[in-house]
């Protein structure tokens, strides 16, 4: 499923372009931390899949999205050490945007259907 809200918003184009500005950071730490973020961009990717499906409950996509902020909380708190804090507290700041206007995208879609 290809994630592009109503009004133009490419939440995987952004979600990429954090990847890719970060990836150069991580992979100076080792192969594991670049493979690290990988696969926290890979869980942030589906959970705009799984927030875009309409077969999946609200409250689901409520609690995923509550574990997801504490994933990417721990992981940048983990290697603001190796990278340093500013860097860390970025990459958080980031990933916490997209997250929250895709799920700001999807309450107005509820209030739309609803």
């Known amino acids: 499923m290809f ?3 109503r ?3 490419d939440f ?14 991580f992979a100076e ?16 990717d589906a959970f705009l899949d799984l927030l875009a499906d ?8 409520l609690v995923d999205y ?6 990417v909380f721990e992981f940048c708190r983990f290697y ?7 860097l860390a507290e970025r990459l958080k700041a980031e990933i916490y945007q997209i997250l929250e206007d895709a799920v700001t995208w999807w309450f107005q879609e509820l209030e739309v259907m609803g």
């Open 29 to 44: 730490v080792g192969s594991g931390a670049l493979a690290d973020l990988k696969k926290l961009v890979d869980g942030v």
């Open 12 to 25: 995987r184009k952004w979600l990429k372009d954090v990847e890719q500005r970060y990836s150069d950071a």
């Open 80 to 86: 603001a050490r190796f990278l340093g804090a500013s």
């Open 3 to 5: 994630f592009v809200p």
């Open 7 to 9: 009004g133009g918003a």
């Open 66 to 71: 509550a574990k997801l902020r504490d994933d």
């Open 54 to 61: 309409e077969r999946v409950d609200f409250r689901v996509k």
